[in-house]
T-cell receptor
């Protein structure tokens, strides 16, 4: 079973700062997902990665398959980015996901 | 717009009662999932269904039951056998995207046992 670890667990930053959230996993995967959970609880899928880098607006996600590590970056952070960010991985041949415990991000105006 | 609808958003249940959480999708996805979220823990899989009239237990299926009579619907029943049912429940669906699967999540149901 894949173990997924995220760091930090909690992160508070000032508006405008560059944010990095990390995710490590223990077993080779077919894809890694970054998810965003707002205070109401609903989850939005941000990225699905199997290699390299993806960018959407101010969000950038990277993955290093050899090191079993992924990072989510937020540039020019804004209070509306405040949420829990969750990393999840899919093992080869298995569409089920294994989830990290999440990183709670708070951006202060 | 296509998506997943979970209802109700908040649910209160007395001990010893069964309760059913609704999950409906109009995305035409074959696979659907139920997850449970507890504070400080990652989402854990309760049940999943890859096709109509078929479903499999996940990691924490004890005390729960599901049905998949229609492609659009995957209701979850929390039975009185579930020892600690107070939690946040999320429904999801997936569709093949290349060699992987893209996921869509609902907005969740928060169940409290009183």
């Amino acid at each position: 079973k894949n173990e997924v670890e995220q760091s930090p667990q909690n992160l508070t930053a000032q508006e405008g700062e560059f944010i990095t959230i990390n995710c490590s996993y223990s077993v080779g995967i077919s894809a890694l997902h970054w998810l965003q959970q707002h205070p109401g609880g609903g989850i939005v899928s941000l990225f699905m990665l199997s290699s390299g880098k993806k960018k959407h607006g101010r969000l950038i996600a990277t993955i290093n398959i050899q090191e079993k590590h992924s990072s989510l970056h937020i540039t020019a952070s804004h209070p509306r980015d405040s949420a829990v960010y969750i990393c999840a991985v899919a093992n080869f041949g298995n569409e089920k996901l294994t989830f990290g415990t999440g990183t709670r991000l708070t951006i202060i105006p | 717009d296509g998506g997943i609808t979970q209802s109700p958003k908040y649910l209160f249940r007395k001990e010893g009662q069964n309760v059913t959480l609704s999950c409906e999708q109009n995305l035409n996805h074959d696979a659907m999932y139920w997850y449970r979220q507890d504070p400080g823990q990652g989402l854990r899989l309760i049940y999943y269904s890859q096709i109509v009239n078929d479903f499999q237990k996940g990691d924490i299926a004890e005390g729960y039951s599901v049905s998949r009579e229609k492609k659009e619907s995957f209701p979850l029943t929390v039975t009185s056998a579930q020892k600690n049912p107070t939690a946040f429940y999320l429904c999801a669906s997936s569709v093949p995207t290349g060699s992987n699967y893209g996921y869509t999540f609902g907005s969740g149901t928060r169940l409290t046992v009183v």
